[in-house]
């Protein structure tokens, strides 16, 4: 699929050119020449990267950027400074725009920034894309150790685990540590009900009758 760039600069010449040039790069172009034309754009798919020229015609460039960047958050910005007869075009992008490009714009360095914009906003979403699974990891884990815990009971310090000691010992204290409870004494041990009482007949343990029940 190709990379959507969105193109928002208020000079006609210059828009259609680097629209032309972005096109040459087999990327598929959304010029627009600010306002209505910039909602337009951003509402007809994900834009991969934007470039915006510092001095719109009749409005800044800020708004325009920011208000890309709430639609897609890894859209890299670069911003065209050096519009003539603008204070807006002498001052720095905004800190968080990827990077700018100075009139008159050059095609090595259009090619150069979109190559650039469209390998950061790849990394991001490769970032992103870990982030995500770190955390799924992470819950997990933690899902696990809960069970875990739940089903063997932290070993007394300097004690054994539930699973290290011989079958009669560990059935009397997961009794123990269930407070007598024998459901609870069974969830300790990973084992259902029924084999918790068939374990306490076979290893003479009072209260080892069969459990008619579910």
Known sequence: MKPRILVVVGEAGLRENLAALL????????PCAGGAEVGA?????????AFVDGDLANEPGIPVLAGLRERFPFCPVVV?????ASDTAAESPPQWAFDSI???????????????????KALLEE??????????TRSR?????????????????GGRRLEDLPPRERILKAIERAGGNRSEAAKLLGWSR??????LAEHGIAGGEPDTGA
């Open 127 to 136: 970032r992103e894309a870990c982030r995500a699974s770190l955390e799924a």
């Open 80 to 84: 065209i400074t050096g519009a003539p």
């Open 41 to 49: 754009a951003l509402d007809a798919g994900a834009v991969d990267l």
């Open 194 to 199: 029924r084999t918790l009482y068939r374990k």
């Open 102 to 120: 100075a009139r008159p714009v050059r095609r090595d360095a259009l090619r150069r920034a979109c190559r650039l914009g469209l390998e950061h």
């Open 141 to 157: 884990l933690a899902a696990l150790e809960a069970l875990l815990k739940s089903r063997q009971g932290d070993a007394p310090p």
């Open 23 to 30: 096109a040459a790069e087999d990327c598929e172009v959304a």
